[in-house]
């Protein structure tokens, strides 16, 4: 009871930041979760959620419309709580994300190179989301790393690690290397101006 | 909204038309996704689309059927970790680059729990309005049954071409031994011309020697 009055005051938090992102988003959450835990899963996530006063109904979010952000983050923080999921799961969560979107599909025409995929990530976050924004810091074709920069997001931190699996798969569908890697240099929960994340090949 | 109407609206009015017409397109185009997925799960063909770098980016229900793969475990996979032939298949999506299309390649795909399955590969280039190359997209038709009934009529071929190679064995024989036979009477034929020869001359020996016996007596 105590767990879920906090899950329920972190969502009070939540919903007073400002700020919205495409139903694509939440969509491609549930899809995930019915993915790990089948139709049961996706069923108890949104029992919770709207036990925490925040009904919804996945398969009624439509993908292009605008919903809070803090829904989104919302069913990450559900899922860790019900299915007891670690970071790890969060991370594959994020890792996942792009494999299900919509959204993806329609801006793959900007995949066929990482240079082109860079220069149109302002627009990619755009299509997502209707506040922050998204800039190449650093991009080192030699020592072959990209320093992805996230500026005016402060949802959750919870979000950074979803983020860490969501570049790696991104990256990993403009690079012809496996042996991809993406780790968080900075952030916006620990004292940073911005979010920064090192992706790595 | 049209020209003549949006120069009779105020700012406002114009940012809710635009809004609307926005909110109409996304409408659409989530409709439009919602009838393509539709589509693309009643297909029967298993298809898949590739990154410019061979990785699978989408797959219908009929690929995830028989690669037994779910989409969450194909997406961002290299595609020749699903096929038996990884050279071959390399060599094709080369040859789509420079020709736009392959069709009816053999490649053996192999599914999640090993099966090996021959299939017939057609792929076709995509590429932008720029000309920058997109991607691929792949189908595949099982060839199983094809190749089962090939390989049975194959096999059926072979037995049948042993028996007839064995029943010619037989005959060439059997001609041996007629032709054997044949000569022999001949041979046979010409013995006993020439001992009827031999006799007939005898006879006229016999009547000749009868008749200086007769002669002599006389």
């Known amino acids: 009871m105590e767990e879920q009055l906090s899950l329920k005051q972190t969502a009070e938090e939540l919903t007073r930041v400002k700020g919205n992102s495409r139903g694509e988003i939440i969509r491609t959450h549930g899809l995930f979760i019915s993915y790990k835990k089948g139709e049961e899963g996706l069923t108890a996530a949104e029992k919770k959620m709207a036990e925490i006063g925040y009904p919804l109904v996945f398969k009624d979010i439509k993908p292009l419309d605008w919903y809070p952000e803090a829904l989104s983050v919302l069913v990450i923080l559900v899922s860790r709580e019900i299915f007891g999921w670690t970071e790890a799961d969060v991370e594959e969560m994020g890792n996942n994300a792009p494999k299900y979107s919509l959204i993806v599909k329609m801006v793959m025409k900007y995949f066929f190179s990482l240079e082109r995929c860079l220069k149109e990530s302002p627009k990619y976050w755009d299509y997502h989301y209707d506040f922050g924004s998204i800039e190449v810091a650093g991009f080192d074709k030699k020592a072959q790393q990209v320093f992805i920069r996230i500026n005016d997001y402060k949802f959750h931190p919870i979000v950074c690690v979803f983020y860490r699996g969501y570049f790696k798969r991104i990256a990993q569908l403009v690079i012809s290397n496996q042996g991809i890697a993406c780790e968080e240099v900075k952030s916006a929960f620990k004292g940073d101006v911005y979010h920064e994340y090192r992706i790595s090949w | ?218």
Do not use: H, W
């Not at chain 2, 021959?118 to 997209?137: K, T």
């Open chain 2, 1 to 218: 909204m049209n020209i003549e109407s949006a120069g009779k609206m105020n700012p406002e009015e114009i940012i809710k038309q635009k809004d609307e017409d926005i909110k109409r397109l996304n409408e659409s185009l989530g409709d439009l996704e919602f009838y393509l997925r539709d589509l693309s799960a009643l297909i029967p063909i298993p298809i898949c689309s590739l990154s410019p770098f061979d990785i699978i980016v989408d797959a219908n229900n009929a690929f995830q059927k028989i690669s037994e793969y779910s989409l969450a475990e194909t997406t961002g996979t290299p595609i020749d970790v699903l096929f038996l032939e990884k050279k071959e298949l390399k060599d094709i999506l080369k040859r789509v680059v420079i020709e736009n299309t392959a069709r009816d390649q053999e490649v053996t795909l192999i599914s999640k729990s090993g099966r090996k399955t021959p299939v017939s590969l057609s792929a076709s280039l995509r590429r932008d309005q720029e000309g920058n190359i997109l991607g691929y997209f792949l189908a595949f038709l099982d060839i199983s049954e094809r190749k089962e009934f090939s390989s049975k009529l194959e096999l059926q071929v072979a037995e049948r071409t042993k028996e007839l190679q064995e029943k010619i064995k037989e005959l060439e024989k059997i001609n041996k031994l007629t032709v054997g036979r044949e000569l022999k009477m001949v041979d046979l034929k010409k013995e006993i011309k020439g001992l009827r020869r031999k006799l007939e001359m005898q006879e006229k020996k016999d009547v000749a020697i009868n008749q200086a016996a007769k002669n002599i007596a006389e």
